[in-house]
């Protein structure tokens, strides 16, 4: 099965509130992982990247936190936008042919007017 | 600034015909390039990596083949298209360890 994956497949959050998309991964070998944002049609643009030496790293209204202890990978959208609805990707470097990455298969960040 | 350009962008074709996706990069040189898919509702699979020209690596057996012509060019091909083969085909090119994604090529096989 794939190695990271996501605790919901849809996040339904308020306008002007803040989101939390969770993300678990399992090979601890791991040392470098991303967050992707896809809109509809679109590829995927980078978000924030995070390295397996730190905890957190801030963005632009985005956080990402990675506890290494239980292998789980979050981010944090501050304020959530109409323009932040979207399928959010986390994906992780865990080695192999030319540093492929493993995505999860997303959530679904839907914001409510 | 490196831009990434996919085409065409939507493509419809008849089961056993064949494919040619193309993906070209502009503002760097010798570039990891990796064509992946992703189905309805699903993760991104990845299909083929190439650290240049003419080396590719196929991470899935498949239908499909890739091929490296020139530096900043990489094509996704088929000899025959199957159902299974529609999808949303994703070229991305690497700069130190991130990934950046192209546009896409949604292919309808029908």
């Known amino acids: 099965g794939e190695s990271v994956g996501l605790h919901l497949p849809t996040l339904s959050v308020q306008e002007g509130d803040n989101s939390i998309i969770n993300c678990a991964y399992s090979?601890?070998?791991?040392?470098?992982f991303i967050w992707y944002k896809q809109e509809s049609g679109k590829g995927p643009q980078f978000i924030i990247d995070i390295r397996s030496n730190m905890d957190k790293r801030q963005g632009q209204r985005v956080t990402v936190l990675l506890n290494k202890t239980v292998k789980h990978l979050s981010l944090q959208i501050a304020a959530t936008q109409p323009g932040d609805s979207a399928v959010y990707f986390c994906?992780?470097?865990?080695?192999?042919?030319?540093?492929?990455?493993?995505f999860g298969k997303g959530t679904h960040l839907i914001i409510q007017p | 600034s490196q831009t990434i350009h996919q085409w065409p962008a939507t493509l419809v074709q008849p089961v056993g015909s064949p494919l040619s996706l193309e993906c070209t990069v502009e503002g760097t040189s010798n570039p990891n390039l990796y064509w992946y898919r992703q189905a309805a509702g699903r993760g991104l699979q990845l299909l083929f990596y190439?650290?240049?020209?003419?080396?590719i690596s196929s991470e899935v057996p498949q239908n499909l083949s890739a091929s490296r012509p020139q530096d900043r060019q990489f094509i996704l091909s088929s000899k025959k298209l199957l159902l299974s083969d529609s999808g949303f085909y994703l070229c991305a090119w690497k700069t130190g360890k991130t990934q950046y994604f192209g546009p896409g090529t949604r292919l309808l096989v029908l």
């Open positions: 994906a992780e470097r865990s080695g192999g042919g030319a540093d492929g990455l493993t």
């Open positions: 090979n601890s070998a791991s040392d470098y």
């Open positions: 190439s650290v240049g020209i003419g080396q």
